[in-house]
């Protein structure tokens, strides 16, 4: 067996099913792994190592295990280097392969070389390499426990071209069974005498429930003690919202009862949270004077905060022994529940936003929402249009969004396909914004290639509305530059890629498109042309706008 084979064996030893790829030919022998084990594990030919890096992020979210990406030497990781930096600020599994230059030349700066230990060094999880080919079952299995165990997240594995085409009889190796990472017993008795005595508790869930598969642990923890409970920035689907504890999303804009009760918090709870700076509104929302408890399994994340109680664990032991120890919440704590889900409820009803220009995302969304399940993969971009679907869509099932809380443009088309492998079974809706979609649109030909009936839905105002709003804010109207953009007819450069694409330009005309693009087989497309002047659906960002 060549040393690439033996990458692939040990990956399909592991549970690894999915690998993205732009082909290079530093790794021809694990290509020919790839295809030799075609039927196990699935293999897709993206356009650039941007979208495959992106399409193994969301697949990695919402699948919760990792998926692989084989890319060539500098250009290819560098390329790369968007998607695993997402991964890591997001916490998600992932494995890159990096076909690398002869161990020969190595250090000499020699063709296309770049040293993968220093260029992710601060990016990704880990960075592994090995020139002893022997070392390469060994060497895969570790990047796989790393990408996996307490906070996941990317890793590299850099291996010289001469190594992967030398021949090993290293046998490959099984997965190791792990144990979860159990609670201290004193801190969690803590914890819960601080929950159970506090008349304003507050809880933060956030990317560790979706990863360790723990929402029905969070509810049943929330609801023991009658908790109010706000998603993570970008997490909407850490537990049903229609649940009398989920209080609201933790987004860029803040709506007033929800900052109010920030603000009047005397204990702020953050269970698989790391407490990111949109989400925490850089650090403010921690320097209220409430005491902070920290459930993470990291301890590195743990020790950047100043917490009252930092626990060292995975969610479903901490959830299951904090519930356990905590009493009955009292009639004010129940109301206080109710309340706020209220507040969260009529926040996200739509009507109570009226729309400049002629498509109004919140009636978009709304629309959507009565028509496609819950259990749809939703899947947006960075940009202001994604507000729309953090304002007006009510998650209800997990694992079903999918979006960069790394805030990376260009992720909702790649995010769709890795989504939709992630979850075949589940449709697959991604918003981008014109910005986005010219970053990695192209991938589009990927979904028609791999016969991947995506749905993509460009919300285009032609211009880069988010930073566009900066420029108005800050300098007032009139000082764009770089901001106002010419749009392509994104319907025509679908149907270029062989997608089936539709235009809409009013409300009313999208309920008819949108059922329509659905029934098409394979990819499709909507081009939704919206007005800059509707820029978040929030009187002050929506009034920045000229
Ligand atoms: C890769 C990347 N480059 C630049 C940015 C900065 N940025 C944030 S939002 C944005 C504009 C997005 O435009 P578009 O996709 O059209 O969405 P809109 O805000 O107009 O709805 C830019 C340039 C970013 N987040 N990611
Ligand atoms: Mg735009």
Same mark, same amino acid.
């Given at each position: 067996?060549?040393?690439?084979?033996?990458?692939?064996?040990?990956?399909?030893?592991?549970?690894?099913?999915?690998?993205?790829?732009?082909?290079?030919?530093?790794?021809?022998?694990?290509?020919?792994?790839?295809?030799?084990?075609?039927?196990?594990?699935?293999?897709?030919?993206?356009?650039?190592?941007?979208?495959?890096?992106?399409?193994?992020?969301?697949?990695?979210?919402?699948?919760?295990?990792?998926?692989?990406?084989?890319?060539?030497?500098?250009?290819?990781?560098?390329?790369?280097?968007?998607?695993?930096?997402?991964?890591?600020?997001?916490?998600?599994?992932?494995?890159?392969?990096?076909?690398?230059?002869?161990?020969?030349?190595?250090?000499?700066?020699?063709?296309?070389?770049?040293?993968?230990?220093?260029?992710?060094?601060?990016?990704?999880?880990?960075?592994?390499?090995?020139?002893?080919?022997?070392?390469?079952?060994?060497?895969?299995?570790?990047?796989?426990?790393?990408?996996?165990?307490?906070?996941?997240?990317?890793?590299?594995?850099?291996?010289?071209?001469?190594?992967?085409?030398?021949?090993?009889?290293?046998?490959?190796?099984?997965?190791?069974?792990?144990?979860?990472?159990?609670?201290?017993?004193?801190?969690?008795?803590?914890?819960?005498?601080?929950?159970?005595?506090?008349?304003?508790?507050?809880?933060?869930?956030?990317?560790?429930?979706?990863?360790? #598969? +723990?929402?029905?642990?969070?509810?049943?923890? /929330?609801? &023991? !003690?009658? @908790?109010?409970?706000?998603? *993570?920035? $970008? %997490?909407?689907?850490?537990?049903?919202?229609?649940?009398?504890?989920?209080?609201?999303?933790?987004?860029?804009?803040?709506?007033?009862?929800?900052?109010?009760?920030?603000?009047?918090?005397?204990?702020?709870?953050?269970?698989?949270?790391?407490?990111?700076?949109?989400?925490?509104?850089?650090?403010?929302?921690?320097?209220?004077?409430?005491?902070?408890?920290?459930?993470?399994?990291?301890?590195?994340?743990?020790?950047?905060?100043?917490?009252?109680?930092?626990? #060292? +664990?995975?969610?479903?032991?901490?959830?299951? /022994?904090? &519930? !356990?120890? @905590?009493?009955?919440?009292? *009639?004010? $704590? %129940?109301?206080?529940?109710?309340?706020?889900?209220?507040?969260?409820?009529?926040?996200?009803?739509?009507?109570?936003?009226?729309?400049?220009?002629?498509?109004?995302?919140?009636?978009?969304?709304?629309?959507?929402?009565?028509?496609?399940?819950?259990?749809?993969?939703?899947?947006?971009?960075?940009?202001?249009?994604?507000?729309?679907?953090?304002?007006?869509?009510?998650?209800?099932?997990?694992?079903?969004?999918?979006?960069?809380?790394?805030?990376?443009?260009?992720?909702?088309?790649?995010?769709?396909?890795?989504?939709?492998? &992630?979850?075949?079974?589940?449709?697959?809706? *991604?918003?981008?914004?014109?910005?986005?979609?010219?970053?990695?649109?192209?991938?589009?030909?990927?979904?028609?290639?791999?016969?991947?009936?995506?749905?993509?839905?460009?919300?285009?105002?032609?211009?880069?509305?988010?930073?566009?709003?900066?420029?108005?804010?800050?300098?007032?109207?009139?000082?764009?530059?770089?901001?106002?953009?010419?749009?392509?007819?994104?319907?025509?450069?679908?149907?270029?890629?062989?997608?089936?694409?539709?235009?809409?330009?009013?409300?009313?005309?999208?309920?008819?498109?949108?059922?329509?693009?659905?029934?098409?087989?394979?990819?499709?497309?909507?081009?939704?042309?919206?007005?800059?002047?509707?820029?978040?659906?929030?009187?002050?960002?929506?009034?920045?706008?000229?």
């Amino acid at each position: 067996m060549k040393g690439g084979e033996a990458v692939i064996e040990t990956l399909l030893a592991h549970g690894v099913d999915t690998a993205f790829t732009v082909p290079g030919e530093s790794f021809l022998y694990a290509l020919e792994g790839m295809r030799r084990h075609a039927d196990k594990i699935r293999t897709v030919s993206v356009r650039q190592e941007g979208g495959g890096a992106f399409m193994a992020e969301a697949f990695g979210k919402l699948a919760g295990r990792p998926a692989a990406l084989f890319v060539s030497r500098g250009p290819g990781s560098s390329n790369a280097a968007i998607g695993v930096h997402t991964a890591m600020q997001d916490s998600t599994p992932m494995l890159v392969f990096v076909g690398h230059v002869n161990s020969a030349s190595m250090g000499r700066e020699s063709f296309q070389e770049i040293d993968q230990r220093a260029f992710f060094g601060s990016v990704a999880k880990a960075v592994l390499a090995t020139e002893d080919v022997d070392a390469i079952p060994a060497l895969t299995a570790d990047a796989v426990r790393l990408a996996t165990e307490g906070r996941p997240g990317p890793v590299i594995v850099q291996i010289p071209r001469d190594v992967s085409s030398s021949d090993t009889d290293a046998a490959v190796l099984q997965p190791v069974a792990r144990s979860d990472r159990a609670p201290e017993a004193q801190l969690i008795e803590r914890a819960a005498a601080m929950i159970s005595t506090a008349k304003r508790p507050l809880v933060i869930a956030g990317e560790m429930i979706s990863n360790q #598969d +723990a929402s029905p642990a969070l509810t049943e923890f /929330a609801d &023991a !003690a009658a @908790l109010p409970v706000m998603s *993570a920035y $970008r %997490r909407l689907d850490v537990m049903d919202n229609g649940h009398v504890c989920y209080a609201g999303h933790l987004e860029i804009n803040r709506f007033d009862s929800q900052l109010q009760t920030i603000e009047e918090s005397d204990l702020v709870i953050a269970i698989g949270s790391r407490l990111d700076g949109i989400t925490t509104a850089d650090d403010t929302m921690l320097s209220t004077g409430a005491p902070l408890i920290h459930i993470y399994p990291d301890r590195t994340v743990l020790d950047r905060f100043d917490s009252a109680v930092a626990i #060292d +664990a995975d969610m479903k032991p901490a959830l299951a /022994a904090l &519930a !356990a120890l @905590l009493s009955a919440p009292d *009639a004010a $704590r %129940r109301a206080r529940r109710e309340a706020l889900h209220n507040e969260f409820l009529a926040f996200s009803q739509p009507g109570n936003f009226t729309a400049y220009g002629d498509v109004d995302l919140a009636r978009v969304i709304d629309t959507m929402d009565r028509i496609v399940d819950q259990e749809t993969s939703i899947i947006t971009d960075a940009g202001s249009f994604s507000r729309w679907i953090h304002r007006y869509r009510r998650f209800a099932k997990p694992h079903t969004k999918a979006g960069p809380m790394s805030g990376a443009m260009g992720y909702s088309v790649p995010g769709a396909i890795g989504a939709k492998l &992630a979850r075949p079974e589940q449709e697959a809706v *991604a918003f981008v914004g014109d910005g986005g979609f010219m970053m990695t649109g192209q991938e589009m030909v990927t979904a028609v290639e791999q016969g991947l009936p995506i749905r993509v839905i460009v919300c285009d105002n032609s211009v880069h509305g988010s930073i566009l709003a900066g420029q108005d804010k800050t300098f007032g109207a009139g000082h764009d530059i770089a901001t106002v953009l010419r749009s392509p007819d994104f319907a025509a450069v679908a149907r270029a890629y062989g997608a089936e694409a539709c235009t809409v330009r009013r409300t009313d005309d999208f309920e008819e498109a949108f059922r329509a693009m659905r029934d098409v087989d394979g990819p499709s497309l909507m081009h939704l042309i919206t007005d800059k002047r509707d820029i978040a659906p929030y009187g002050e960002g929506r009034e920045a706008v000229h």
